[in-house]
């Protein structure tokens, strides 16, 4: 029930996108139709699912303050949490690497669709924000921490591909030419944020 | 004349906020405040152009396969020494930025200049490109702040500017400035103003 509750306020309430403004570089370049932000969408939830636990065991067994100590008793007091932000970035540039392999040799059809994406996941910020909101929130065990990734990278998927929706329909609006692509979408993104907001009500 | 365009440029014609639209995570999360704000401006300007810098010094040693990875490497470095620069002299506004110090290293605009400009550049040029977008970055942060928190706490830096006498006589701040969304709708005015009086950048 309470996995139930995080997976749920980590797609609602804590939404990447209209919560904290993660991963809105990629967001706004590649919202233009439904189907490539449904791609992106899918490959950002699956990096996020797995370099979220494998950052919460690095950050457990590794960096935080004495947890060494499974190593040995005289690593009590080592403190590698500087190397933090080093450390989470490395992961996920070679996990994004090996996804990349990974869905180049056994789905050729999936790897063409999402093409010039793949890569430039490295650097989309809803990826390492997710393990340094990991870092901050201090879960209690794997399971928790990759029920969160999974749970963000689904808010993120679900914002992408709605306004990939409006911005379809947008298409044949008339917009004043000063606010025409850009300006419009970050308007109707801070509209749907307020939507967004509603859920802040709800106690889970 | 050729620097002077380069430092200026990312001013206003080629912003890298409002017309690359590029960093637009963490332009929008820190400007709740004209404080944070202001020392999110002033990380990023020393982040963008120390990269720069040393990236442009590298340049004809990394091989281009692997320039990401020493991209990231180089970027990760320094934004760990501000993290700890900042954690030491200014504990408030880093635990108020939370991620986001963290979170320039996927900030689109260090990696997007480090790809365009430095690579190909002198350390020179690449310093005064650096400052320019950091500068122009800061800019659009402070402008953001500005009225975001004047308008939405009726402070700036924290000092009252709204007198007492206007909320005895029924003013109220407006609470919805603070809060996420509003922070898109701010920038999208920008991006309204600045194009209205720059054509040329209006979409099609």
């Given amino acids: 029930m309470e996995s139930l509750n995080l997976f749920i306020k980590s797609i609602f309430i804590d939404n990447m996108i209209f919560a904290y403004f993660l991963g809105m570089c990629s967001y706004l370049a590649v919202s233009k139709t439904v189907k490539t932000s449904m791609g992106l969408g899918i490959a950002v939830t699956f990096v996020l699912t797995l370099t979220v636990p494998i950052n919460y065991l690095l950050e457990n067994y590794i960096l935080k303050p004495g947890a060494l100590v499974w190593l040995n008793e005289s690593f009590a007091d080592v403190d590698l949490s500087f190397l933090s932000l080093i450390l989470f970035i490395a992961v996920v540039a070679s996990i994004v690497q090996l996804v990349e392999m990974v869905v180049e040799k056994y789905s050729p059809s999936l790897y063409a669709s999402l093409g010039i994406f793949l890569p430039l996941i490295a650097v989309n910020c ?79 | 004349m050729k620097n002077k365009e380069i430092l200026l440029g990312p001013l206003s014609k080629n912003n890298p906020v409002i017309v690359q639209v590029l ?59 501000v993290d700890q620069v900042l954690k030491a002299f ?80 029924g003013y109220q701040n407006n609470g919805l400035m603070i809060l996420p969304p509003m922070a898109l709708i701010v920038v999208a005015c920008i991006i309204w103003v600045h194009r209205s009086y720059n054509k040329d950048l209006q979409e099609k």
């Fill in chain 2, 23 to 81: 960093g637009i995570c963490s332009a929008l999360a820190v400007t709740s405040k004209l404080e944070p704000s202001f020392v999110m401006a002033i990380s990023v300007i020393a982040v963008v152009a120390l990269a720069n810098v040393i990236i442009s010094l590298l340049r004809n040693t990394i091989p281009n396969s692997i320039r990401i990875i020493v991209q990231l490497v180089v970027v990760a470095a320094l934004v760990i020494i």
């Fill in chain 1, 126 to 204: 809803a990826i390492l924000g997710g393990s340094l909101f990991m870092q901050q929130r201090s879960f209690d065990s794997v399971g928790t921490a990759t029920i969160f990734g999974l749970g963000s990278g689904v808010g993120w998927l679900l914002a992408i591909v709605g306004i990939a929706a409006i911005r379809e329909k947008l298409a044949y609006s008339n917009v004043p030419a000063p606010l025409k692509g850009i300006g419009i979408t970050f308007i109707i993104t801070g509209l749907m944020g307020i939507a967004f907001m509603s859920f802040l009500g709800i106690k889970l």
């Fill in chain 2, 90 to 169: 200014a504990y408030d506004v880093s635990k108020q930025l939370s991620v986001f110090v963290g979170l320039i290293i996927t900030n689109c605009i260090v990696m997007g200049r480090l790809e365009a400009f430095a690579l190909s550049h002198g350390p020179w040029e690449s310093f005064l490109d650096g400052v320019g977008n950091g500068v122009g970055y800061g800019l659009i942060l402070i402008i953001v702040g500005f009225f975001r928190e004047l308008l939405g706490s009726g402070t700036l830096f924290g000092f009252q500017v709204i007198p007492q006498i206007f909320y005895d006589w």
